[in-house]
């Protein structure tokens, strides 16, 4: 039972990846395609910047809260 907020958080994890990726390159896109800009900058450019930058957030809390050596891995480091 100790692994049950881990495997909450992991599924949520995947759920908000598989909409990211969805609204950085498929039908997200066709929101912003325009030839609008913002700071000089045309709005496609900065939404898949922004997308990118939430995918990393994802691969944060990924790396920190998820991903961890197996015991294996530690037994194989020691020879």
């Known amino acids: 039972m ?5 495997t909450r958080l992991a599924r949520l994890l995947v759920v908000a990846f598989l909409l990211v990726m969805t ?3 498929g039908p997200g ?3 912003v ?9 045309p709005i496609i450019y900065l ?3 922004f997308w990118y930058f939430v995918i990393v ?3 944060l809390i990924c790396y ?3 991903w961890k ?3 294996t891995d530690q037994v194989s480091e020691k020879k």
């Not at 100790?2 to 881990?6: A, E, K, T």
């Open 2 to 6: 100790s692994n049950q907020p881990s």
């Open 23 to 25: 609204m950085a390159t």
């Open 29 to 31: 896109v066709l929101l």
């Open 33 to 41: 395609n325009s030839a609008e800009q913002w700071w000089g900058v």
């Open 47 to 49: 939404w898949g910047i």
């Open 57 to 59: 957030v994802i691969a």
């Open 64 to 66: 920190f809260k998820l």
């Open 69 to 71: 050596d197996s015991p």
